[in-house]
């Protein structure tokens, strides 16, 4: 599995979380900054770039980071989008 699809799998199957990460993501105010989830973090690095990555802490409490990718704002927000609708959550509309 891909780190966007895990991803997706583990951060968008509610309608709270699905808007606290969208909000994080759309948000002017935010510049940059990390949005923790349940397993992945999103990085936001500026208005339009992002990274995410599963975090794993590991027994010595160090942070263990196997795989990450980065992203474009629009291409996030459609992904998360259409998985959302997939799932029957409620998505914002960010135009």
Not at 66 to 78: C, D, K, M, P, Q
Request: no cysteine; net charge negative.
């Amino acid at each position: 599995m891909n780190v966007l699809e895990g991803f997706l799998r583990a951060e968008i199957n509610t309608q709270e979380l699905y808007e606290d990460i969208m909000s994080f993501i759309t948000s002017y105010h935010i510049r940059s900054g990390e949005f923790e989830g349940n397993e992945y973090i999103i990085k936001k690095m500026d208005q339009t770039n992002f990274i995410l990555f599963p975090e794993y802490i590991d027994a010595d409490d160090e942070r263990e980071i196997h795989g990450a990718i980065s992203v474009y704002r629009n291409n996030l927000i459609r992904e998360i989008n259409a998985y959302a609708q997939a799932k029957e959550i409620h998505v914002m509309d960010v135009n």
